[in-house]
């Protein structure tokens, strides 16, 4: 439960600097989004990335076995999820310029990145 509050407040301050960022951002230059598509994208990942990380938790306390279904669980789900995010943002919202393009692209990528290298560190802690 420690790793998971600890692993929780990460996730804050990288919802933080991340937002900050985007506002700094948008407020220098015209990136062609403005900030609530930022914020809704970002905060939508990152929701995402905490519900992984819990499935993950959830599944630390249990057999080796079914510690690999609930790895394997929860990766799957933030796949899956991550796909229907952006077909509703590519094919129904019509987000299709080249600017949120990127946007969408970088965001996915920085989550998934903090997602996976906590999967490691709780791999490192408790071997499956």
């Known amino acids: 439960m420690k790793l998971l509050c600890k692993n929780i407040i990460h996730l804050v301050i990288l919802i933080v ?3 900050l960022t985007g506002w700094i951002l948008i407020l ?3 990136p062609g989004f ?6 809704f994208l970002s905060l939508t990942f990152a929701v995402l990335a905490l519900v992984s990380m819990a499935i993950i938790y959830k599944g630390r306390k249990k057999d080796p076995d079914t510690r ?9 789900i933030k796949f899956i999820v991550d ?15 080249v600017s949120l393009v990127i946007l969408f ?3 996915y990528l920085a989550f998934t990145l903090f997602s996976v290298l906590h999967v490691l560190k709780i791999l490192k802690y408790k071997l499956l």
């Open 17 to 19: 600097i991340i937002l």
């Open 28 to 30: 220098k230059s015209e």
């Open 34 to 39: 403005d900030f609530r598509e930022f914020a």
């Open 68 to 76: 690999v279904m609930y790895l394997l669980v929860a990766l799957g």
């Open 83 to 97: 796909l229907v995010i952006a077909l509703i943002w590519f094919f129904v919202l019509k987000k299709t310029s």
């Open 105 to 107: 692209f970088v965001l």
